[in-house]
């Protein structure tokens, strides 16, 4: 093939049965890819983003005509890979018999019963995760939320490119490879792709709340839902403040030339302007990932762009095979949902408490969510307890402890008076134990820490 040609991608994007939206849309990245477009903002095009609005939570009734034109949209494609699991990680345990899925419907379930208002549900499930998830939800059948047709938004792939050809790359020895997932952004294509968006439209719903299913501090909340409505703006993105934890993370800027928010990740980060991207007191705010968004606009900028928005592409490099650093070095390109506030004219973001972004990333995060620092609610909320006054125990675990096996037999000791722990070597907690202010402990052989209380100190 020519150097830049599509149609070997369409043929096989086809082939593979891709939605004609994905399509549309990885064509557009393609063409930018293929004119040498990096995807690089540098420093010198943006400004800091500065005087936002502040969302302060209060006791607000939900108001049930809004919820009626509301769907929850929870982005729930990924494995938790990084913590040793093959199956989709909004399966894995808050609570002994409590997951991720469970606390999701618990919510949208309060909902409708408080309001009497048909709040809706849409996972957005990958290849990977779908079977498992539909599966899960199986114990959720007399809600409604155990079939495909009613709860599954399904995320689209796309062909990885050889970086020496710009071809579709291939892989005989496990032709899987030669696919990766867009990236979150391809909820635009997926909504308009699956008949979801016209279907929505078409039952009277206007509003999306969209985020991550892994953050349990992102639920409808009726305040935002109101500020949103009220706003009358297209698209609305949480963001929140930036601590040294968050420096790699994407933060938000305003564009010099037009003046719109946008989203930088770091991968759009020239290497020059590293430290800028990292300097928290300048770019303070970062995207939580959970974003208000105004369908009936959606698709009016859907058919403005012949089906597509126009996303910034993000150009990742690879080698085919993740495992095997000799293979065939690959680009894949990716796009952000948060991306697609500078899509919008009127595009707007609000910062937000951070216990509204409270994501499990690793066993750490899990270990402390397990404990009584934090709180579930009948309605399917996880908070931190009062007496933490919003700030989350700080766990460190060593290497051992970095897959769920591993902590499953570590015990659940009290956090909720625990400022900082360290775990390193062979150890579990008993029943009874009970961790206050900054504590360590040790082991070189298997140990049982006895109940009692442990305070301020090494263990």
């Known amino acids: 093939m020519n150097k830049g040609d599509f149609v070997p991608f369409e043929v096989k994007m086809r082939a593979a049965a ?119 939800l199986e114990r959720h059948a007399a809600g409604g939320f155990a079939t495909a047709s009613e709860v599954e938004l399904m995320q689209n792939q796309v062909p990885k490119i050889d970086e020496a050809t710009l071809a579709p790359a291939e892989w005989p020895a496990n032709p899987t490879m030669e696919w990766c997932p867009p990236g979150h952004g391809d909820l635009y294509p997926a909504l308009v792709g699956s008949g979801w968006l016209d279907r929505l439209l078409a039952d009277g719903v206007k509003y999306a709340f969209v985020s991550n299913s892994d953050n349990l501090g992102a639920v409808l909340e009726p305040g935002l839902l109101s500020y949103f409505a009220e706003s009358g703006a297209p698209f609305l993105m949480e963001v929140t403040r930036r601590t040294p934890a968050d420096r790699k993370g994407g933060h938000l800027a305003v564009r010099r030339d037009n003046l719109r928010l946008l989203l930088r990740e770091v991968a759009q980060c020239p290497d020059a302007d590293l430290a800028a991207f990292q300097d928290i007191d300048t770019h303070k705010y970062f995207n939580t990932n959970s974003i208000w968004l105004r369908l009936d606009v959606l698709k009016e900028q859907l058919e403005q762009g012949g089906g597509v928005l126009p996303l910034p592409m993000i150009r990742n490099r690879k080698t085919i095979d993740p495992r095997d650093k000799d293979s065939t070095p690959v680009i894949q390109l990716e796009v952000a949902m948060g991306a697609a506030i500078e899509c919008f004219e009127g595009a707007q973001a609000i910062e937000v408490p951070r216990s509204r972004f409270a994501p499990v990333k690793s066993t750490a995060d899990l270990f402390a969510l397990r404990s009584d620092a934090y709180s579930v609610s009948d309605d399917g909320r996880v908070e ?50 009970i961790l206050k202010g900054k504590v360590a402990f040790t082991a070189i052989a298997p140990r049982v820490i006895p109940p009692g209380t442990y305070e301020n100190g090494e263990f």
């Open 18 to 136: 891709v939605m004609e939206a994905a399509i549309g849309a990885f064509r557009h990245n393609y063409e930018a890819l293929c004119r040498e477009e990096t995807g690089l903002i540098p420093e010198e095009a943006i400004r800091p983003a500065e005087g936002l609005p502040v969302f302060e939570p209060g006791i607000v009734e939900f108001d049930p005509d809004l919820l009626a034109q509301t769907v929850v949209i929870k982005l729930n494609g990924g494995l938790g890979t990084s913590m040793g699991l093959q199956k989709v990680k909004s399966v894995l345990e808050v609570r002994p018999g409590v997951a991720f899925l469970d606390l999701i419907v618990r919510q949208i379930l309060f909902l409708r019963e408080a309001s009497g208002a048909n709040v809706r549900l849409l996972l957005m499930n990958s290849f990977s995760t779908s079977d498992d998830t539909l599966g899960y």
């Open 384 to 433: 931190l307890v009062p007496a933490r006054v919003g700030v989350p125990p700080v766990v460190t675990l060593d290497d051992s402890y970095k897959l769920v096996d591993a902590i499953e037999t570590l015990g659940t000791p009290s956090l909720a008076a625990c400022r900082e722990v360290a775990v390193t070597g062979p150890l579990s907690f008993a029943d009874g134990v």
